[in-house]
């Protein structure tokens, strides 16, 4: 396997994309054009998570695929605010490199699929919907369609800031790590801890959704206490609504940030989830059946 580390900002040398490719053998077929995944972790945008990163991309490489770990653009702290149109540059110039490379490193350009999780799962969603966004082609420095990919794979998305403002609002009691927690994350994001109805609309992937939404899987937990599951639940009908093709998948229980729910993302037993493993499995037999059955 070929292991290389790419930096994507000059100023900002956080921002990486590390790219696990499946070297040539003459134990195996030469030359196989293979599927890949760009993956973007989680972490609220004021991190990138490890658990939804290498431990991701191992499981791609399993199934034949080559795998791109995207680091982007965060808030840190309150180092950084208003990340969000930064990410997104850092996810299109991602897709960029992928496919600009694609004969060197044997991708076929027409399986590239993203794959997030939480926050990561927020930039995705978005870059489904808005891979055609003049502002977004114009900082990646393009006037076609190069952002598009053909899939997008969302664990645990955040679709929908409304939803979360709304449900934290609901709450009898708010717990002390959340109320900590999201203002932070909001910041890091839009600018503001608690934002505005307009705000809520700008910063939702569920605003964007149209008939060329890329199709999408999703999966989440009914259990979630971070991420509502009626995130997802609003997402796939928004989905439904402009005809894209999609396929959800609400488990009973399981917490947030449960990555690929085994062994490899283990902090204690508390960490695996076997009832949510088949997330993974699902998600491929519905890109191999559905998204590449043509």
Same mark, same amino acid.
């Given at each position: 396997?070929?292991?290389?580390? $790419?930096?994507?900002?000059?100023?900002?040398?956080?921002?990486?994309?590390?790219?696990? *490719?499946?070297?040539?053998?003459?134990?195996?077929?030469?030359?196989?054009?293979?599927?890949?995944? %760009? %993956?973007?972790?989680?972490?609220?945008?004021? $991190?990138?998570?490890?658990?939804?990163?290498?431990?991701?991309?191992?499981?791609?490489?399993?199934?034949? $695929? +080559?795998?791109?770990?995207?680091?982007?653009?965060?808030?840190?702290?309150?180092?950084?605010?208003?990340?969000?149109?930064?990410?997104?540059?850092?996810?299109?110039?991602?897709?960029?490199?992928?496919?600009? +490379?694609?004969?060197?490193?044997? %991708?076929?350009?027409?399986?590239?699929?993203?794959?997030?999780?939480?926050?990561?799962? =927020?930039?995705?969603?978005?870059?489904?919907?808005?891979?055609?966004?003049?502002?977004?082609?114009?900082?990646?420095?393009?006037?076609?369609?190069?952002?598009?990919?053909?899939?997008?794979?969302?664990?645990?998305?955040?679709?929908?800031?409304?939803?979360?403002?709304?449900? *934290?609002?609901?709450?009898? +009691?708010?717990?002390?790590?959340?109320?900590?927690? *999201?203002?932070?994350?909001?910041?890091?994001?839009?600018?503001?801890?608690?934002? +505005?109805?307009?705000? #809520?609309?700008?910063?939702?992937?569920?605003?964007?959704?149209?008939?060329?939404?890329?199709?999408?899987?999703?999966?989440?937990?009914?259990?979630?206490?971070?991420?509502?599951?009626? #995130?997802?639940?609003?997402?796939?009908?928004?989905?439904? #609504?402009?005809?894209?093709?999609?396929?959800? =998948?609400? $488990?009973?229980?399981?917490?947030?940030?449960?990555?690929?729910?085994?062994?490899? *993302?283990?902090?204690?037993?508390?960490?695996?989830?076997?009832?949510? #493993?088949?997330?993974?499995?699902?998600?491929? =037999?519905?890109?191999?059946?559905?998204?590449?059955?043509?």
């Amino acid at each position: 396997m070929i292991v290389e580390r $790419f930096h994507l900002r000059e100023d900002n040398p956080a921002v990486t994309v590390t790219a696990y *490719i499946l070297d040539e053998s003459s134990e195996f077929r030469n030359g196989l054009q293979r599927p890949t995944v %760009i %993956i973007c972790p989680g972490g609220g945008y004021l $991190f990138c998570s490890d658990r939804e990163a290498e431990p991701v991309a191992m499981t791609f490489l399993r199934k034949g $695929f +080559n795998a791109f770990v995207l680091r982007y653009t965060v808030g840190e702290d309150g180092k950084r605010t208003k990340v969000y149109r930064d990410a997104l540059k850092d996810l299109g110039d991602t897709i960029l490199l992928v496919k600009n +490379n694609a004969k060197k490193w044997n %991708i076929d350009v027409n399986k590239l699929i993203l794959t997030g999780f939480s926050a990561g799962g =927020h930039l995705c969603a978005s870059m489904s919907s808005l891979w055609k966004d003049e502002e977004l082609k114009a900082a990646c420095n393009i006037s076609g369609d190069e952002l598009r990919t053909s899939a997008a794979i969302l664990g645990y998305p955040l679709t929908s800031m409304e939803v979360m403002v709304d449900k *934290i609002a609901k709450m009898d +009691n708010v717990p002390d790590w959340m109320s900590n927690f *999201i203002p932070k994350a909001n910041i890091a994001l839009m600018g503001t801890p608690l934002p +505005n109805k307009e705000e #809520q609309y700008t910063y939702s992937p569920i605003s964007f959704v149209n008939s060329e939404t890329v199709p999408t899987y999703i999966w989440h937990t009914s259990t979630d206490g971070l991420v509502f599951a009626e #995130q997802a639940l609003r997402y796939a009908l928004s989905l439904d #609504q402009c005809s894209v093709p999609y396929e959800l =998948h609400v $488990f009973g229980k399981g917490e947030h940030g449960l990555s690929v729910s085994d062994e490899t *993302i283990m902090r204690d037993k508390s960490d695996i989830c076997e009832y949510c #493993q088949p997330w993974i499995d699902m998600a491929f =037999h519905w890109l191999n059946e559905v998204v590449w059955k043509d």
